[in-house]
């Protein structure tokens, strides 16, 4: 079946250091995105990308790095210049310029910072 | 960016309708509306989106007023597993730009 997969489901790290992110997709989609979610609140837009080795800054990029080297990957470093990266974050994909289904979520990646 | 307003939370009981509303008054004629909605600590998931006409699918209809300013969500029999958060959400899409603009979302509450 093809979907998003997040990697790992749960993270613990502690204050300072790098972690990554991983989510990787079979769906084909040309763009993906990283979204951060703290509780009771909504998705706030972290970085996208439309196409490989290309990508943008969304509304929150400050402490937060990605990479898109393969049309299937798009993992999400967060650096230790995060003030306060204890959150819940989804990845995304979707077909550029489609209307279709809008976006596909994975399940989601729990950072919390030790 | 447009950006969407919808009440914090509603309650609904049981094989009743639910409808949700939305506002999103400053949305541009090229943008459309999605809902999404999410159960605790899962990603969201796509329910239906519009444009300008009213749409059905298994799972809602979205009603779109006529100047596009707000939108309804029906579940038309709402049932327990329904209770979650729901998202109205513009999708602003340009040249180089497509993307997905989340509100807070209202927490709906299906009781038995």
């Known amino acids: 079946d093809g979907g998003i997969t997040q990697s790992p489901k749960y993270l613990f790290r502690k204050e300072g250091q790098n972690v990554t992110l991983s989510c990787e997709q079979n769906l084909n989609h040309d763009a993906m995105y990283w979204y951060r979610q703290d509780p009771g609140q909504g998705l706030r837009l972290i970085y996208y990308s439309q196409i490989v080795n290309d990508f943008q800054k969304g509304d929150i990029a400050e402490g937060y790095s990605v990479s898109r080297e393969k049309k299937e990957s798009f993992p999400l470093t967060v650096t230790s210049a995060q003030k306060n990266p204890t959150a819940f974050y989804l990845c995304?994909?979707?077909?550029?310029?489609?209307?279709?289904?809008?976006?596909?979520f994975g399940s989601g990646t729990r950072l919390t910072v030790v | 960016d447009a950006k969407t307003t919808q009440p914090p939370s509603m309650d609904c009981a049981e094989g009743r309708a639910a409808n949700l509303p939305c506002n999103h008054s400053t949305i541009s004629g090229n943008e459309y509306v999605y809902w999404y909605r999410q159960i605790h600590s899962q990603g969201p998931q796509y329910i239906i989106h519009?444009?300008?006409n009213n749409e059905t699918n298994e799972m809602a209809s979205l009603i779109i007023t006529e100047d596009r300013k707000s939108s309804t969500l029906i579940l038309p029999h709402a049932t327990l597993r329904d209770t979650a958060v729901y998202y109205c959400?513009?999708?602003?899409?340009?040249?180089?730009?497509?993307?997905?603009?989340f509100g807070t979302g209202t927490r709906l509450q299906v009781f038995p």
């Open positions: 519009g444009l300008k």
């Open positions: 959400i513009v999708r602003v899409v340009h040249y180089n730009t497509d993307k997905l603009i």
């Open positions: 995304a994909s979707s077909i550029v310029g489609q209307d279709t289904y809008g976006y596909t």
